[in-house]
T-cell receptor, first 116, second 111 residues
Framework: NAGVMQNPRHLVRRRGQEARLRCSPM?????VYWYRQLPEEGLKFMVY????????ESGMPKERFSAEFPKEGPSILRIQQVVRGDSAAYFC??????????????FGQGTRLTVV | AQSVTQLGSHVSVSEGALVLLRCNYS??????LFWYVQYPNQGLQLLLK??????LVKGINGFEAEFKKSETSFHLTKPSAHMSDAAEYFC?????????FGAGTTVTVRA
């Protein structure tokens, strides 16, 4: 059973370009969470999705960021018109059940976005 | 909202010495607590989790943590550090599956 797969592992974008980060959850998992790890900061929750639904996007910046988890295919975190401050590691995690508090989340290896 | 605080951003121990990483939580309901480890340029790996079944929780790689409600703590320990334990460790609390992380503690192990 493959783990959570994120791609690309490293992504370089120029200011103003779009960044698309992909996350394929573990087989059988229908809950996906995105987190961001900024330099010198901890991991911060961004968004929680189930198939075709955004459950909680309270951690997402109000502009330029969007996320989706379609019925088929990976979850996508999209950042439009990237700025230098978007440079960070973005981690995806998936869980197998109802997203309950005691459910373990399995993390991918992350996408390291660098904006130049 | 639930939160965790990790005391000490850096811990340095000698190989073979006790590792102690501190985590305190804030929660109005019984919390679900986790410890994760992150190796350089890697994702997070679960070390152990507390889900109210037992106050002393054993995890992987010889780590364990004790839940103390009276102290609102969930400290992580390992009796004897190994060089391979050098990494960053995160305490986290879960609310409907969404994790709130502490700032992390970086562990270095001296030979």
């Amino acid at each position: 059973n493959a783990g959570v797969m994120q791609n690309p592992r490293h992504l370089v974008r120029r200011r103003g370009q779009e960044a698309r980060l992909r996350c394929s959850p573990m087989k059988g998992h229908s809950h996906v969470y995105w987190y961001r790890q900024l330099p010198e900061e901890g991991l911060k929750f961004m968004v929680y999705l189930q198939k075709e639904n955004i459950i909680d996007e309270s951690g997402m910046p109000k502009e330029r960021f969007s996320a989706e988890f379609p019925k088929e295919g990976p979850s996508i975190l999209r950042i439009q018109q990237v700025v230098r401050g978007d440079s960070a590691a973005y981690f995806c995690a998936s869980s197998p059940r109802t997203g309950g508090s005691n459910t373990e989340a399995f993390f991918g290896q992350g996408t390291r976005l660098t904006v130049v | 909202a639930q939160s965790v605080t990790q005391l000490g951003s850096h811990v340095s121990v000698s190989e073979g010495a006790l590792v102690l990483l501190r985590c305190n939580y804030s929660s109005s309901v019984p919390p679900y607590l986790f410890w994760y480890v992150q190796y350089p340029n890697q994702g997070l790996q679960l070390l152990l989790k507390y889900t109210s079944a037992a106050t002393l929780v054993k995890g992987i790689n010889g780590f364990e943590a004790e839940f103390k409600k009276s102290e609102t703590s969930f400290h992580l320990t390992k009796p004897s550090a190994h060089m391979s334990d050098a990494a960053e460790y995160f305490c986290a609390v879960s609310e409907v599956g969404e994790l709130s992380f502490g700032a992390g503690t970086t562990v270095t192990v001296r030979a």
